[in-house]
């Protein structure tokens, strides 16, 4: 859904004709409007998120331009799991914010994005367990 705009993010919203109080990003202050360029990669909280994971993203380039360098960040064939999860990471204070009033911080984030990733190790295939600890570990070391 993500890659194909299709997220319920404020823009899209807006372009349902549904009336809200604002429109602007709820994770930043900079008066900027909810799409999914800006909520996943552009926002300084998504910035900081990916940050976190030693990834960069760019504020000149879209959403598939972006994965495809963050693809290349991360040089592991668990790539994707990286991508989905930071996004979901992304989402779920995005939702925090808007749903329960509760302002995520960085750590707290971070602390999402591992169990999500500690999740999903659960059904990685026997073949491939040992290589995605070690990613994982990796990542924790960051």
């Known amino acids: 859904m993500l890659l194909q705009d299709r997220l319920s993010t404020r823009n899209i919203l807006r372009r349902k004709h549904m009336e809200l109080d604002s429109y602007n990003c709820e994770l930043c202050s900079l008066g900027v409007e909810e799409s999914t360029d800006h909520l996943f990669l552009h926002c ?58 509760n302002q995520l911080n960085l750590q707290d984030c971070r602390r999402t994005f591992f169990k999500e990733v500690r999740l999903v190790s659960l059904r990685v295939k026997t073949s491939l367990s040992t290589l995605f600890d070690q990613w994982i570990q990796s990542l924790e070391m960051i």
Do not use: Y
């Not at 998504?46 to 380039?61: D, E, N």
């Open 44 to 101: 300084p909280f998504a910035q900081h998120c990916w940050g976190m994971i030693k990834l960069t993203t760019s504020l000149h380039s879209g959403t598939l331009e972006n994965f495809h360098d963050l693809k290349g960040q991360i040089g592991s064939q668990f790539f994707m799991v990286t991508i989905i999860l930071m996004c979901w990471t992304i989402w779920l204070a995005r939702n925090e914010i808007i749903f329960n009033g």
